[in-house]
């Protein structure tokens, strides 16, 4: 009887659960959700059908290198549960696990179907971006108790430009948006334990969110200290509460720490690692970089909207915090907390970012948007109080105060969207050619490897998405990103070491000057906006070549060596086995702010190899230098030509004047100086050389010195010349 039974009781609750479900759905107003959904889709189809540069990206393409990265890690989660860029070997290069998890789990079942990767990130991303706008639109309806509102917030996300870039971007933006705005939703509401899973979700997205982690926790604590009416250290209800909060952070951080550890030997990712550089506690100068690089070009908040945007944010993020207390504080500090994590991280441009900077704080923009919203709905409450209290009795000056008022506030209130419509034109613009740029090039370079290259070969990339996901040959990441151990290693050096057999980087004069390899491949762009070079050169190595050394105290530079002027002193910094005529002992070399000691190999010319050692230093240099009275002073160096510098001269104290060292196609570069003869009072002269700080040029570096006068001054005044009369031999125009 109970077999008989069991079955129709189980479908009767089955049918019940599936009318309260139906009846729930029922009664949701779908207007809004579907006008906010609709507005997502028509902006990312602005972006997906742009061909400002010739052609359309849809989904065969993305705008950025990494969202490749992201693809080759999904491919391997959904084929292999793990995490690979080589088959077989595990690595941390995911800046987001869980995107690559997200992303690789849903192709695994839709892949089935004829979805392809790129198809199956852009419609995630362009569904996290709906969710967003969903969240934002109630949240903001239960900030101000106002529907229309909350629809007009969630509406203003979708047609941001730069979250719609995003949205069809492959990254992770619009995961790490969706997870963060659902956690501060949840702490408002006092739903902790969910905050938690949220959070932990959080750090597995963006690893930034250790940050509003942290701030959140410190929020709770704060909170429960403040509530305390009596002296308690801690009880039953904070541990509770920070088991609830913390539990899955520390469950889900600590098992990617663990992870990260057996690979690196670090709790971080090998991105993080790889990017990372020491900025110190508090960066004031590159959080302002930050302001001036992203807020000031963010669309809402773009050029003289800027005061007026953040003022409505400050004033939101204040009614919040006075209405809700404690539980307001994570919302409003998501922005703070993301601009300081990035500010930290790396150094930062003032300029306007590219996507690849953008990424970063993209995901702010809902919660930007959430608090500018309430921001000016407390401005207009304000101009609706001073309307009905401080309004002039007499008619007329009221109808003028009035309309003063009113000419104010919508002045303020459209200042926001002036430069909406000129930013979604520059960035789906910028979209079609970044997304032309890394199918050009990066794609480009790894279908060429797949055709031409060694199928046992061992390559070295800088760009490591494309050429590992199409190349399919064993792949070194030169920058470290998705190979730990070459973190902090020179590439060239690190290319050696394991014997590389092809590098595909892009053009530099280091890779020019390898005296081991020639290229063999080149892919070049007319424009390029977004990618790191304009020209991807492929390099065949041949560890078999027998190098012949040129002298390195010749300069080796044909410009130099056909003027009219003689060798009178030379400095050989770096080297202590130099000739002691030549050493820094000799000359009173002095260093402040002093650096590394490097010792380099490379080509200067096609037929000059030299092997030279340097001193770098982050301040000046100093050196004592024979000189003839009365006369003209050439002063030459050798030094790294991609960090050649700017300095400002000095001799016996006095400044001559600032000396811009010159761009070269090698990296050994030679360049000169001419020091007046009303600066040369004796037959030895102080020379002192400052660096300029300017954006790329914060330090200095010298290979060898050289210390020149007219070849009729040295006949005439009898000073030893140092012969260099062959030093000119085989030598050729650069490349």
Known sequence: MASTTQPTIDAQVSRNQR????????????????????????????FLANSGSGVSSWFDKFP????????????????????????????????????????????????????????????LGIFFAIASGWLTMRIVWQLSRQ????????????????FAFAAVSGMEVQLFSIISLAAVWMFLQGRLRTTGILFGLMILARPEGYVIFGIV??????????????????????IRELVALAGPTVLLGGAWAVYNYTINGTPWPNTYLAKNQE?????????????????????????????????AVGIGGIWIIRTYSFSGIPIVSVPVAMTYAVSTAFPLSPDAWNFFARRYLDATIPILTILMIIGFLRIWRKFNYWRETRAPI?????????????????????LPFIALPGNWQRLSDDYSWNSKNVDDVSVGMALWIDENVPADARIGVVDAGASRFFGNRYTYDLVGLNTSSAIGRPPIEYAEENKLDYLFVFRSIYFDSWPLADPVHTIEVDRNTILAGSQMRAYAADYNTVVEFANPTAPLDNDLLRREISVIDIIDTGN???????SESAHAYKLEGAGAVVERSFRTVLSGIINDQATTFSFSEQLTVKSVPGELLVVAKRYDAALRGTLRVFADGAEVGIWELSDKDFFFGVDSFNIPASFIT????????????????????????????ENSVAAESGIEVIDLSDASVNLVESK
């Open 147 to 162: 529907r229309r509102l909350g629809v007009f917030a969630g509406a203003l996300v979708a047609i941001e430009p730069g």
């Open 682 to 709: 004796s037959d030895r002269t102080t020379l002192r050389f400052e660096v300029v700080p300017l954006p790329g040029q914060t330090t200095g570096n010298t290979f060898m010195w050289w210390i020149f006068v």
């Open 394 to 414: 007499d008619q007329r000056e009221a109808h003028i105060f009035n309309f003063g008022l009113n000419v104010v506030f919508v002045a303020t209130v459209i």
């Open 279 to 311: 900025m110190g506690l508090f960066p004031i100068e590159n959080i302002a970089n930050v302001l001036q690089g992203y807020f000031y070009n963010l669309s809402f908040f773009s050029g003289v909207a800027f005061p007026v945007s953040m003022l």
């Open 576 to 582: 202590g086995a130099a000739i002691p005529a030549y």
């Open 217 to 238: 926790v410190a929020t709770a604590v704060a909170r429960r200290m403040w509530q305390r009416d009596r002296l308690e250290l801690i009880n039953r209800e904070d």
């Open 64 to 123: 950025l290198d990494d969202g490749w990265i992201h693809m080759v890690y999904a491919r391997s989660f959904a084929e292999n549960g793990q995490f690979w860029y080589n088959p077989g070997i595990p690595e941390s290069g995911m800046t987001s696990p869980l995107w690559a998890m997200v992303v690789g789990s849903t192709w695994a079942v839709f892949g089935t179907l004829g979805l392809g990767i790129v198809a199956t990130a852009k419609l």
């Open 19 to 46: 009318s309260e479900i139906l009846g729930l759905l029922s009664r949701i107003d779908w207007q809004p959700y579907t006008l906010i959904a609709a507005l997502q889709l028509l902006t990312a189809f602005v």
